[in-house]
């Protein structure tokens, strides 16, 4: 079959199959595949719900014909076999984020609205992995050669850490290529170290603020906080963003309105830590204690290339280092600010420890480093890194697009050799009720699913015919 006629299969492929393809992704979305450590338990270390995810996953795809295997709950994978063991992999991720607060849509359910699929997942990575996993069951059908097996593997933590791809690791090989349809078209060569922290205040004494939260995970600008504090709501001064109201005996609750974004992009967002602390320290609604913490959370959440907290810097592959504070909470009589930070080879995970323990020390806090990820980079003009680019640009015509590196970390990054490659293309603007990952109201058009699923099955058609070791 020529790339035109394998094309063509693919569209006919998903006409016929739309609405088997939407069931699927409808029956991982209604699993809230949030980790929750506290209910572990043997076949589900990550918790029931990525458990569960998991297992519907693998049922899912044997259904389609393939062979598949659950790991303990760790992570599970399906094989297509091809004429030798060599294997080129898919893998994508049925964990999610919790769902937060500002939804409009319910969370866990699949809502179908104007050309779109509403639902925590439907864009990451839920969504994409359906519909990968459907072009593998569309290779199959094909009359192109296949002299590699493809491994599709299901990840069950990928938000929380990919101790599952760890554990894959440490019990298999990596395939000799894979790839994982959780980022952007048209294909990612590399990505950011990944470095979070946690910033711990010494113990406060006679407080000002009695309970401070925002945000709900590291890895994203948080869009909501608070605090209560001891003051007279009706002596407040408005501010954009802001909300005060009376808490009663004495106290009042301030509440900031922010943006939510992947910490990866965090220039998309708007930081409600940001929000809180500076109104918190301009209106004097903190003691001296307080003041010198969250003059601290200020420089870290108010400039998101780490220019604040000493650690700017930036290289050629991947541009700008990148920071944020994704939480805040009051544990005892601590305050605790979680931060994110997406980092180029032109500084060290040891330098961003320096520069961040020197600032805590400063105020008599603690800094511990929680995350640490190498960056990742495959070359560009590696022939697995152009099949992929290839086959982009043949499916939509755009050729102004290029491969790039990106601050995220996906599970390619932790493999022989990979790439991410789609779903997202963020050139296309969705309407203002279409949220984003890690957002409110995620959502994702059809149009873009069967745009990526053509691209998929041309894609693992010519990677198949490559000469991979």
């Known amino acids: 079959m020529d790339r035109k006629e394998i094309v063509a299969a693919a569209g006919a492929y998903w006409d016929a199959n739309r609405d088997a393809i939407v069931a699927d992704i409808a029956k991982l979305v209604e699993i809230p595949s949030t980790e929750d450590l506290a209910a572990a338990a ?57 769902a937060g607060p500002g ?44 002299p590699y097996t493809m491994r599709f593997i299901f990840g069950a933590n990928e938000e929380t850490g ?75 001064p408005a501010a954009e963003r802001i909300t005060v109201e009376d808490a009663g005996n004495g106290t009042a609750r301030i509440d900031a309105a922010g943006v939510n974004a992947h910490a990866a992009w965090p220039e998309r967002g708007i930081s409600a830590i940001m929000l809180l602390a500076d109104y918190l320290l301009e209106n004097g609604l903190v003691n001296q204690q307080e003041r010198e913490f969250m003059e601290l959370v200020r420089s870290l959440v108010s400039d998101t290339t780490g220019a604040g907290v000493g650690i700017a810097t930036a290289d050629e592959y991947f541009g700008p280092l990148t920071v944020v504070g994704g939480t805040i909470r009051k544990e005892g009589d601590r305050l605790v600010q979680t931060m994110d930070s997406r980092w180029p080879t032109s500084i060290t995970a040891d330098e961003i420890t320096a520069a961040l323990t020197k600032l805590t020390d400063a105020v008599g806090g603690t800094f511990e480093n929680t995350l640490l990820m190498m960056p990742f980079l495959v070359k ?15 499916v939509t015509g755009d050729t102004k697009h290029k491969p790039f590196t990106i601050g995220g970390g996906t599970y390619a990054r932790e ?7 789609g779903i997202n293309m963020p050139w296309i603007e969705n309407p203002q009720w279409v949220g984003g990952e890690h957002g409110p109201d995620e959502g994702v058009s059809e149009e873009l699913l069967k745009t990526s699923f053509e691209i998929y099955v041309l894609a693992l058609a010519e990677l198949q015919a490559l000469d991979i070791a």
């Open 42 to 98: 043997p076949g589900a270390p990550y918790g029931p719900g990525p458990a569960a995810a998991l297992a519907k996953a693998l049922e899912i795809a044997e259904g389609m014909g393939m062979s598949a295997t659950n790991c303990e709950g760790h992570i599970g994978f399906a094989d297509l076999p091809g004429e030798t063991d060599t294997q080129l992999g898919i893998i994508g991720h049925m964990d999610v984020v919790p």
């Open 103 to 146: 939804w409009t849509f319910e969370p866990f359910k699949v809502t179908e609205k104007d050309g779109f699929l509403m639902g925590r997942g439907c864009l990451d990575d839920k969504g994409p992995s359906v519909v990968a996993l459907h072009a593998v069951k569309c290779l199959a059908r094909l009359d192109v050669p296949r």
């Open 162 to 236: 990919m101790r599952d791809v760890a554990w894959y690791l440490e019990n298999y090989e990596s395939p000799a290529f894979l790839f994982t349809p959780d980022a952007d078209f048209p294909v990612c060569y590399g990505e950011k170290g990944g470095y979070d922290g946690r910033i711990t205040s010494t113990p406060i004494d006679d407080p000002v603020i009695l309970d401070i939260s925002g945000g709900v995970v590291t890895n994203a600008v948080p869009g909501e906080a608070w605090a209560v504090v001891r003051a007279d709501a009706s002596a407040l």
């Open 380 to 394: 560009p003009e590696d022939p697995e890194i152009q099949v992929l680019q290839d086959a982009f640009q043949f």
């Open 415 to 421: 493999f022989k050799k990979g790439a991410s490659f």
